[in-house]
Every structure is written in structure tokens, then in C-alpha cells.
């Protein structure tokens, strides 16, 4: 069973910046897409940035030029991150890793991390 840990979640400033982290405990290239989600709130969930198992990524606009995703998997650390930059109240959420799988294309999910900017 894969599981996926986020970390890097918390409050800050609008303006501000953070870096969140999803640890995978499987090798990263074995998915064929991971991204992060993000749900606030009496919204749907909503896919915020992917990247692809050839490094290929994208970035919903709605955080264009503000987020970036990238991935790690030197040292065994099959890692993907988000940088989000100049942060806004609207961004508040909770944000939440996702993992397609290469043969079946099974979603897999961690549990979430809170993120919370204030004005």
C-alpha cells in the first residue's frame, strides 16, 4: 500500500511563502503523475500543480507564476514539493498529495495539510 506524507503546512501572512513536502513511500518514477490538491472550505477539491513521470509539469492558473512543483528522489528520498510564493488569503486550504499509479492508475492520497494565510 503507498502512502504519502505532506508536511510544511501552517499560518502565515499574505505575501508570504512556503514549501510544502509529500514523502512517498514508494519510488516516485513508478507513478505516473503526482500533483497536489487543495480543498477549502465548503469548495471542491481542486488540482493545484502536477508533475509527470517524464518531469513534465503544470500549474492551475489560478497560481500561476506563484506556485512551483518539483520533485526529489536523490538519496531515496522520493519527495515532490510545492513552493508557494506571495501567498493570499484565498489560498487558505487544506492541500493534500496525490499519486497516480503506472499499471492501473489507482489514486492514492495523503492526509492533508493545512494552510492558512492571513490578511
Known amino acids: 500500500q503507498v502512502q504519502l506524507v505532506e508536511s510544511g503546512g501552517g499560518l502565515v501572512q499574505a505575501g508570504g511563502s512556503l514549501r510544502l513536502s509529500c514523502a512517498a513511500s514508494a519510488n516516485i518514477f513508478s507513478f505516473d503523475m503526482m500533483a497536489w490538491y487543495r480543498q477549502a472550505p465548503g469548495k471542491q477539491r481542486e488540482l493545484v500543480a502536477g508533475i509527470s513521470s517524464g518531469g513534465d509539469t503544470a500549474v492551475a492558473d489560478f497560481v500561476q507564476g506563484r506556485f512551483t512543483i518539483s520533485r526529489d528522489n536523490a538519496n531515496a528520498k522520493n519527495a515532490v514539493y510545492l513552493q508557494m510564493n506571495n501567498l493570499k488569503p484565498e489560498d487558505t486550504a487544506v492541500y493534500y498529495c496525490?499519486?497516480?499509479?503506472?499499471?492501473?492508475?489507482?489514486?492514492?492520497w495523503g492526509q492533508g495539510t493545512q494552510v492558512t494565510v492571513s490578511s
Open positions: 496525490n499519486a497516480v499509479s503506472k499499471n492501473w492508475g489507482n489514486h492514492y
